[in-house]
């Protein structure tokens, strides 16, 4: 029998997730032990199959470095890790430049804060472009260290985007910022939601999976 973690909840259906070569199953309060190892059974190809790529996804993740010459992603197009004298850091349009003599987690964390840097003034400009369309106005927008979410909303109207979106291509990131506005209208994915979202792009279903593509990409890669 698969090892697992049982979380029970208020849900009506059993679900299996797997991440990070653990296998965690979510269950109705009143489910019985016996039932849900009968579904764990039923299912235990599948997890194996992803129980194998999750471990070999975390063997990927734990080996990943960064160095100088190699390429990194800003706004779907790869720029390469440049030495440079002195000490700032920084993107110019054609490198992400850094001091030299750095180790690989220094550059690794000098990546992140060009990123950051990048996501909030870009981000900013594209929720003030889509926020002025829909007639919209969120309270606020930050930008945080997200891993599973490329954006949310709360419901006092906040607005959190990842940093990681802004590897996206431009198309892309204006799906995830009009999918945010959007639950400034309809906090829930109803059909009304998605009216909101078609009406602005009506090309939401293909960026939605270039954003699952790049999910991939970017399963296999530790920024921490």
């Known amino acids: 029998m698969t090892t697992y973690t049982l979380t029970r909840s208020n849900r009506k259906t059993?679900?299996?997730q797997v991440r990070d070569g653990a296998v965690t199953v979510r269950a109705p309060f009143f489910c019985p032990k016996s039932e849900i190892d009968r579904f764990i059974l039923a299912k235990s190809d599948w997890i194996q199959d992803k129980l194998n790529k999750s471990k070999e996804q975390l063997a990927q993740r734990e080996s990943f470095v960064l160095n100088y010459d190699n390429d990194v992603i800003f706004r779907g197009k790869t720029y390469p890790i440049t030495m440079r004298q002195g000490n700032r850091t920084g993107f110019d349009g054609e490198c992400f430049y850094m001091p030299p003599n750095l180790s690989c987690d220094q550059i690794k964390a000098a990546c992140i804060k060009i990123y950051r840097s990048l996501a909030k003034s870009y981000l900013n400009e594209r929720v003030a472009n889509?926020?002025?369309q829909m007639n919209l106005n969120p309270a606020s927008i930050k930008?945080?260290?997200?891993?599973?979410?490329?954006?949310?909303?709360?419901?006092?109207k906040n607005i959190n985007f990842s940093w990681r979106l802004i590897m996206a291509d431009d198309n892309v990131i204006d799906y995830v910022v009009v999918h945010e506005l959007a639950h400034l209208v309809h906090m829930n994915h109803s059909d009304r939601f998605w009216n909101v979202v078609e009406n602005i792009l009506p090309d939401y279903h293909e960026q939605n999976r270039k954003l699952k593509d790049l999910q991939s990409r970017l399963a296999v890669q530790d920024w921490g």
């Open 14 to 16: 059993i679900s299996i």
């Open 130 to 132: 889509f926020s002025t």
């Open 143 to 156: 930008i945080n260290s997200a891993k599973t979410r490329w954006g949310s909303c709360s419901s006092q």
